[in-house]
């Protein structure tokens, strides 16, 4: 029986974000039923943005054409990084103030360069003094040439890409050496669809596509427990995680015994999933590129190490770029209980090492919700078949 896979959580924020900013209204279908798009959903709501629920997963949204008109005293974020990012420029080109509030660990996350370009641009934003949000004045953006540093992040690019496709004389210039650029691109290709006309029949119709990052476990699970896995429907094609899945295509015939390399700068939240196909391979697995591990919702580097030790496995960091991990299945005394930090793939990856050691248990299994509410019944209905 195929997988239900979610709607993609990356496609699913880029079109509201789109649909909000664009004039007309947009009926968008499949969103992620995730904790970040409800949480972004929620946010655009305490801005006014005019929306319909269709039923059947459909919501309907109607434009503002530019910048919200006015700004609520506050507005609640999540813990999402991408809706905090993506909400920065929308309340920064509005006028008035409004504070932008959520997890702690959210704002301990690097948003400094994105915050400095906006307050270049006109805005003033300030942390609120116990850590949990950012005080933002908007009185708009200035107009120009929006030349964005070297090496930027494609979220910073992303979340500034929007406000130029409709504010007057605003034109965005990257530069080819960002980090991850491929979710930039899958940016313009939703932001194309969200601004283009309105078709004869009154508004834009968009679905969702499923969701590549939640098939990746899946995929290593389908290699676990080695049978196959299909999906009950198409996933996002411009989604830089389909990397991974190529991978794991070339990997099956990858001799066993011999070490595998994979960068996964490219596709960075592949890399708690492929570190557990790593633990129990004989020749074992080295991931490359793994600095953005650092910043996600906890330090996965050190969430890895902890998930190596659940087997008897100790994984080395290698000159701070490298994570080596020894492979070959359970070993010495495993550990029973995990605790993934309140981080979804964390915790995701722990279930599938939980595939091969059913005593280990998993704390704080809710914290899923974040990506993929029903991961940890999806899976277990797909084994018992």
Known sequence: MPVAIPGCKSVSQRILLGASWASGTTRVHGLSPCQDTADLLQALKTLGLPMQDLGQGGLEITGWGGPPPKLPPEIAVGEGGTTLRFLLPLVSASHGETRLVGASSLFRRPHTPLLDFLQAKGARITPLA???????????????????????????????????????????????????????????????????????DGYRSLSVPADPSGATFFEVASRLLNRPVCFDRPLEGGHPENEAHSFLKRFDTHPEEEEAVIDVQDFIDAAPALAVLGLFRKGGLTLTGIEGLRHKESDRVVGIQALGRTVGQEIKLIHSH????????????????????????????????????????????????????????TLTQWVSQ
């Not at 929007?162 to 932001?191: C, G, W």
């Not at 010495?332 to 793939?345: A, K, L, N, S, V």
């Open 130 to 200: 116990d850590t949990s949000g950012f005080q933002v004045t908007a009185d708009g953006l200035s107009s120009g040439v929006w030349k964005l540093p070297a090496q930027v992040s494609s979220q910073f690019a992303s979340a500034l890409w929007y406000p130029a496709q409709i504010l007057p004389q605003v034109e965005v210039k990257v530069d080819d050496t960002m980090v991850s650029k491929a979710y930039f691109l899958l940016t313009q290709k939703y932001a194309k669809l969200s601004f283009a006309p309105i078709p004869a």
């Open 322 to 377: 490298s994570l080596h991990i020894p492979g070959g299945g359970l070993q010495g005394t495993p550990g029973t209980t995990f605790e993934p930090q309140d981080d979804h793939r964390l915790a995701m990856a722990a279930f599938l090492v939980q595939l091969l050691h059913p005593s280990l248990r998993v704390e704080n299994a809710a914290c899923v919700r974040k990506s993929f509410p029903d991961f940890v019944s």
